[in-house]
């Protein structure tokens, strides 16, 4: 079974440019999510996303926002990029339902550096 | 609010000897309790996770928590560390109504000498 998928892996951008991360969830799992890992900060929910619809929003700004296709994968955008936006975006999903019935699995992240 | 802390930010260990790991949660009901471990460049993966029932629950790769309402702690144990455990260990605790929105504490990174 093939796992969470993101990409890039890497990015490197410049602060007020835009960023677009994208992830392709495990087969079968209709809920999408997005964390911030940022140096001293630890993980931070940021999005999440079930058929289609954003159904809670981490203590993010506006300019951090995404969306879920059809086929359940998930884009992160992030405009009018600052230096303190420099993280691991990490994405993860599961099974729709209660988070007891369907732990989250991560994938790998995307690093991205604002310079 | 919830809130996740993990006292201790480095924890070393001799391989081979018997690991625990602390973790102390806030949340006014019953909440749900994960473990998961992160190696260097990779995402979470999920040791263990506690909803009800049994206090003391069985994860992967040996690893054990037990849940202590009294003591509002969740901590991870491993009877014999390997080399291969050395990594970053979150607690994290999440709402039942809040779907998969995790609430993780600040990690504690282990190393394993030989």
């Known amino acids: 079974e093939a796992g969470v998928t993101q990409s890039p892996t890497h990015l490197i951008k410049t602060r007020g440019q835009q960023v677009t991360l994208r992830c392709s969830p495990i087969s079968g799992h209709t809920s999408v999510y997005w964390y911030q890992q940022a140096l001293g900060l630890g993980l931070q929910f940021l999005l999440w996303?079930?058929?289609?619809?954003?159904?809670n929003r981490g203590n993010f700004p506006p300019r951090f926002s995404g969306r879920q296709f059809p086929n359940y994968s998930s884009e992160l955008n992030v405009n009018a990029l600052e230096l303190e936006d420099s993280a691991l975006y990490l994405c993860?999903?599961?099974?729709?339902?209660?988070?007891?019935?369907?732990?989250?699995?991560f994938g790998n992240g995307t690093r991205l550096t604002v310079t | 609010a919830q809130s996740v802390t993990q006292p201790d930010i480095h924890i070393t260990v001799s391989e081979g000897a018997s690991l625990e790991l602390r973790c102390n949660y806030s949340?006014?009901?019953?909440?749900?309790l994960f473990w998961y471990v992160q190696s260097p460049g990779q995402g979470l993966q999920l040791l263990l996770k506690y909803f009800s029932g049994d206090t003391l629950v069985q994860g992967i790769k040996g690893f054990e928590a037990e849940f202590k309402r009294s003591q509002s702690s969740f901590n991870l144990r491993k009877p014999s560390v390997h080399w291969s455990d050395a990594a970053e260990y979150f607690c994290?605790?999440?709402?039942?109504?809040?779907?998969?929105?995790?609430?993780f504490g600040q990690g504690t990174e282990l190393s394993v000498k030989p």
């Open positions: 996303y079930d058929e289609g619809e954003e159904r």
């Open positions: 994290a605790v999440a709402r039942g109504d809040q779907g998969g929105k995790l609430i």
């Open positions: 949340y006014g009901a019953t909440p749900y």
């Open positions: 993860a999903s599961s099974f729709p339902g209660a988070i007891y019935n369907s732990p989250l699995h």
